[in-house]
């Protein structure tokens, strides 16, 4: 069956500290997409990255940084100098290629807190 | 350009009413989507579609309609609300798999509905 899970509930760290938050998936497929998405206090849901899994090269993008590793079904998420704006929900999502659509699977999320 | 936009924002009704929930999508997206995101949760999918005139069952679809009757509009219904439909609606939309298979979902900025 598909899931995805976000063991950590809440994390609250210092302005610039590193944090990661985890993400573990099941599937049954070989082909499937990951995502994760940010919601700010706002609400709204912010896409952040996908990755298919066929590509398990680690992604950066500014202080944003992706570890993909299909030997352990894990997508963590690490942010490098935290800050407070990133202040949020984060959620991870998995999608089955096979299917005719593109559901998303979320975890429960991890909601982080960023003290100054 | 709007992306997806859901109509009303906030909504209180009592048990037994019934509404509908609008999604419109000017992205001319194929698939749309409508989840539901309850604390602790994460998003949970209720209904989709994969083309105007089509619509499907997601993970939580009892107490529920929907109608995709135009390709750029997704509506959702509560024929008899009860209190246990609390919660923050999203809409999502997203390109066809064989248009693009590496498109994510485009999200609106979510309905509050609260059952008394």
């Known amino acids: 069956a598909q899931k995805v899970t976000q063991a950590q509930t809440e994390i609250s760290v210092v302005e610039k500290e590193d944090v990661t938050l985890d993400c573990v998936y099941e599937?049954?497929?070989?082909?499937?997409?990951l995502f994760w998405y940010k919601q700010p206090p706002s609400g709204e849901l912010v896409f952040l990255i996908r990755r298919n899994s066929f590509d398990e090269q680690n992604e950066i993008s500014g202080r944003y940084s992706w570890n993909f590793q299909k030997s352990t079904s894990s997508f963590n998420f690490t942010i490098t100098a935290s800050q407070v704006v990133d202040s949020a929900v984060y959620f991870c999502?998995?999608?089955?290629?096979?299917?005719?659509?593109?559901?998303?699977?979320f975890g429960s999320g991890t909601r982080l807190l960023v003290r100054p | 350009n709007a992306g997806v936009t859901q109509t009303p924002k906030f909504r209180v009704l009592k048990t037994g009413q019934s509404m509908t929930l609008l999604c419109a999508q000017d992205m001319n997206h194929e698939y749309m989507y409508w989840y539901r995101q309850d604390p602790g949760m994460g998003l949970r999918l209720i209904h989709y579609s994969v083309g105007e005139g089509t619509t499907a069952k997601g993970e939580v679809p009892d107490g529920y309609n929907v109608s995709r009757l135009k390709k750029q509009n997704f509506l959702l219904g509560l024929e008899s609300a009860a209190p246990s439909q609390t919660s923050v609606y999203f809409c999502a939309s997203s390109y066809s798999r064989y248009r693009n298979s590496n498109q994510p979902q485009h999200f609106g900025d979510g309905t509050r509905l609260s059952i008394l």
């Open positions: 599937t049954r497929d070989t082909t499937y997409y």
């Open positions: 999502a998995l999608s089955e290629v096979r299917d005719s659509s593109y559901k998303l699977i």
